[in-house]
T-cell receptor
Framework: GQNIDQPTEMTATEGAIVQINCTYQ??????LFWYQQHAGEAPTFLSY????GLEEKGRFSSFLSRSKGYSYLLLKELQMKDSASYLC???????????FGTGTQLKVEL | AAGVIQSPRHLIKEKRETATLKCYPI?????VYWYQQGPGQDPQFLIS???????DKGSIPDRFSAQQFSDYHSELNMSSLELGDSALYFC?????????????FGPGTRLTVL
């Protein structure tokens, strides 16, 4: 199976660090993408892991453990504009289609 | 930098009508993907094209068809529209059809079926 699970909602404080977890069944995917989506807008690419380990891109980092079917997105120095839905998406070989998780709605508060 | 262009941005149709959504990929991207996102749901993969050939097919109804043209733009044709087809339709493009190529999403077409 290729189910992808994420927490539905999270709340964090401006300036803090937040970790959004994503778990999936290991038989499914060749790698994981993370996208940010504001309501009614297009998903925006944040990060991508095909190998185990940590990928860092500015305030955003993503980690993948393929053997454990586990990924997380780390957001540092949170800003109010980071309030959005964060989507974990697995890709399969061949056609490269993305299978999205349920998304985590992050609310950043003062 | 140029992004994915979708038209129209908003579309209102009656039940049983037809609709055509258009997608213009980022220049030099040869792969196009279509996703459907219902209210409060995650995007669901419909279909993809690589070098004008269908490369993968997801949960696309038989009432829908799509193609990619010689200039790499793509059109999603939807017939016998139903209320449940009301959704955001995103097109994404990538520079190749290989696993792991980053997909860049267009702004979407919001389809409302009355």
């Amino acid at each position: 199976g290729q189910n992808i699970d994420q927490p539905t909602e999270m709340t964090a404080t401006e300036g803090a660090i937040v970790q959004i977890n994503c778990t999936y069944q290991t038989s499914g995917f060749n790698g994981l993408f993370w996208y940010q989506q504001h309501a009614g807008e297009a998903p925006t690419f944040l990060s991508y892991n095909v190998l185990d380990g940590l990928e860092e891109k500015g305030r955003f980092s993503s980690f993948l453990s393929r053997s454990k079917g586990y990924s997380y997105l780390l957001l540092k120095e949170l800003q109010m504009k980071d309030s959005a839905s964060y989507l974990c998406a697995g890709f399969t070989g061949g056609g490269n289609k993305l299978t999205f998780g349920t998304g985590t709605q992050l609310k950043v508060e003062l | 930098a140029a992004g994915v262009i979708q038209s129209p941005r908003h579309l209102i149709k009656e039940k049983r009508e037809t609709a055509t959504l258009k997608c213009y990929p980022i220049p030099r991207h040869d792969t196009v993907y279509w996703y459907q996102q219902g209210p409060g749901q995650d995007p669901q993969f419909l279909i993809s094209f690589y070098e004008k050939m269908q490369s993968d097919k997801g949960s696309i109804p038989d009432r829908f068809s799509a193609q990619q043209f010689s200039d790499y733009h793509s059109e999603l044709n939807m017939s016998s529209l139903e209320l449940g087809d009301s959704a955001l339709y995103f097109c994404a493009s990538s520079p190749g059809g290989q696993g792991g190529d980053t997909q860049y999403f267009g702004p979407g077409t919001r389809l409302t079926v009355l």
